[in-house]
């Protein structure tokens, strides 16, 4: 018998298109894995291949990633997690007592005695403990409560979730969310997935980025007319900005938030990166908590910390936490559904949160190395904020305000009109076509500062201070080469 004819193949449309995708998703952008970072690998592909450049290595400065740029990691830190993670290390004479002491708490804290077990939506009781003990001893005695303590996974997952809580209504009630401009991507990209409003306030460039009531109560006024606002967004210290708040700034934002019913986001993950002399990092609780009962009892604040910044660096463990005050009970039942629905946040990352929280203190084995490897790490970060500043001030066309914190440089750049002009043909922001030409001619990747929102007509980049220094002095007279050069080819 003959053999059917092979049926020709017919060809089904995709279900999933960028047309029936969801529009919240497609309208989604993150520019520090962004366009730039994407042409950085296949830089570094090329590279890998013998293909020749004007350079040898891509230089990835473009995310605060601390161990990625050859941070040590913290010694104490580690030998707890490896212990939790395998804990016949508990019989080993090459761990300390300290350690050990911690590792036992933490896997009684855990299912089964072990990391592998869920934990419980919020957090593990024990660690929640000690992010309460935490916050109490950093502000200076006021009360923390375990049970307002969440245990995230990383600050970003947090933020997305309590946003995720407080976005409703639509058309001119839809909720509005005011971000500090420059911003984190972060926010912008949350708020674009819940469909909500952004509504901008703008950071005082010529003024050490620093953040203005008036310029809150313009934003506030102006995004009434068109959404809800009730959401208001502090990141201290700064993030892509540096700037670390004073007292009298934090007094007035929540002066200004109790005023006009705002629920307060303290973005609080770089609070141990302050170098500047005369800065110091406040937390919006404790200030909340000196401003008196009426604000204390009323003010509904959440806020956020981080394995990742500081001087632990431990991005890839995904460990964070945030403490929400004055939420209303019946609110509080929703947010821990929300977070159940995910189970629970990585209970390694759980684990490395509790050593930040809880870690050795005098008279312990552990005590004299753990602080001198935390110093090290934070002087040598004061140090690289330094010399950033000095050797881009140093340059015609750029201009640098103050790191007093975080680890990131925004300078100020200009770009000349023919640039403008070129960039505008290339369908590009002037600033990204800055920022791709000196990832193709030094192999440097930075961030436009169009991913992070500025002042119309301004232009900036974003640069983590996080590679060694030696590397760090490199990176900064290719960037200042370079730049002469743009601003002669364009002159």
């Given at each position: 018998a003959q053999a059917p004819a092979a049926s020709p193949k017919v060809h089904r449309e995709k279900i999933l298109t960028l047309e029936s995708m969801n529009p919240q998703v497609k309208a989604v952008e993150y520019a520090v894995r962004g366009p730039i970072v994407l042409k950085a690998g296949e830089i570094e592909k090329e590279l890998r291949k013998g293909i020749k450049k004007p350079f040898t290595e891509v230089i990835k400065a473009n995310i605060g990633d601390a161990h990625a740029m050859g941070q040590r990691p913290i010694t104490?830190?580690?030998?707890?997690?490896?212990?939790?993670?395998?804990?016949?290390?508990?019989?080993?004479?090459?761990?300390?007592?300290?350690?050990?002491?911690?590792?036992?708490?933490?896997?009684?804290?855990c299912g089964g005695n072990s990391?592998?077990?869920?934990?419980?939506?919020?957090?593990?009781?024990?660690?929640?403990?000690?992010?309460?003990?935490?916050?109490?001893?950093?502000?200076?005695?006021?009360?923390?409560?375990?049970?307002?303590?969440?245990?995230?996974?990383?600050?970003?997952?947090?933020?997305?979730?309590?946003?995720?809580?407080?976005?409703?209504?639509?058309?001119?009630?839809?909720?509005?969310?005011?971000?500090?401009?420059?911003q984190y991507p972060l926010y912008s990209a949350a708020i674009s997935e819940l469909d909500a409003i952004q509504v901008n306030y703008y950071l005082d460039e010529e003024n050490c980025w620093a953040l203005n009531v008036n310029e809150l109560r313009r934003s506030l006024n102006e995004a009434k007319a068109y959404c809800n606002p009730k959401v208001l967004c502090i990141i201290n210290p700064g993030n892509p900005t540096g700037q670390v708040q004073n007292r009298k700034c934090i007094e007035?934002?929540?002066?200004?938030?109790?005023?006009?019913?705002?629920?307060?986001?303290?973005?609080?993950?770089?609070?141990?990166?302050?170098?500047?002399?005369?800065?110091?990092?406040?937390?919006?609780?404790?200030?909340?908590?000196?401003?008196?009962?009426?604000?204390?009892?009323?003010?509904?604040?959440?806020?956020?910390?981080?394995?990742?910044?500081?001087?632990?660096?431990?991005?890839?463990?995904?460990?964070?936490?945030?403490?929400?005050?004055?939420?209303?009970?019946?609110i509080k039942g929703q947010l821990v559904k929300l977070l159940s629905v995910r189970l629970c946040p990585p209970v390694s990352g759980q684990a490395a949160m509790d050593i930040v929280v809880n870690p050795p203190i005098p008279g312990e084995e552990s005590y004299s190395q753990f602080i001198k490897e935390k110093e090290s790490v934070l002087n040598n970060l004061a140090q690289k904020?330094?010399?950033?500043?000095?050797?881009?001030?140093?340059?015609?066309?750029?201009?640098?305000?103050?790191?007093?914190?975080?680890?990131?440089?925004?300078?100020?750049?200009?770009?000349?009109?023919?640039?403008?002009?070129?960039?505008?043909?290339?369908?590009?922001?002037?600033?990204?076509?800055?920022?791709?030409?000196?990832?193709?001619?030094?192999?440097?990747?930075?961030?436009?500062?169009?991913?992070?929102?500025?002042?119309?007509?301004?232009?900036?980049?974003?640069?983590?201070?996080?590679?060694?220094?030696?590397?760090?002095?490199?990176?900064?007279?290719?960037?200042?080469d370079f730049h002469i050069k743009f601003l002669q080819k364009y002159a």
């Open positions: 104490f830190l580690r030998q707890v997690v490896a212990l939790c993670t395998y804990p016949n290390l508990l019989d080993s004479p090459s761990f300390p007592e300290d350690a050990k002491k911690r590792a036992r708490r933490i896997l009684q804290g990391l592998g077990a869920y934990s419980a939506s919020q957090g593990i009781n024990c660690i929640r403990e000690d992010v309460a003990s935490y916050i109490e001893r950093r502000d200076g005695g006021v009360p923390a409560d375990p049970d307002n303590i969440y245990l995230t996974t990383g600050a970003s997952d947090g933020i997305a979730t309590i946003l995720k809580i407080l976005v409703s209504g639509g058309g001119k009630s839809r909720t509005g969310v005011m971000i500090p401009i420059p007035d934002v929540i002066h200004f938030a109790s005023e006009e019913k705002l629920f307060l986001l303290a973005d609080e993950v770089y609070q141990d990166n302050v170098y500047s002399e005369g800065c110091q990092f406040h937390s919006f609780k404790k200030i909340l908590y000196e401003m008196g009962p009426e604000y204390y009892n009323n003010v509904e604040l959440a806020s956020f910390h981080s394995t990742s910044k500081g001087y632990m660096g431990e991005c890839g463990y995904r460990g964070g936490y945030m403490e929400v005050i004055n939420l209303h009970p019946e904020a330094k010399l950033t500043e000095d050797m881009f001030n140093k340059v015609p066309g750029i201009h640098c305000n103050p790191l007093q914190g975080a680890m990131y440089a925004f300078p100020r750049i200009f770009i000349p009109s023919k640039a403008i002009e070129e960039a505008e043909a290339h369908k590009m922001a002037p600033d990204m076509f800055y920022c791709m030409k000196l990832l193709e001619e030094t192999g440097i990747c930075v961030v436009p500062g169009s991913g992070f929102g500025q002042r119309e007509g301004s232009y900036h980049f974003r640069m983590t201070i996080l590679p060694p220094v030696e590397k760090l002095k490199i990176l900064l007279e290719k960037v200042k």
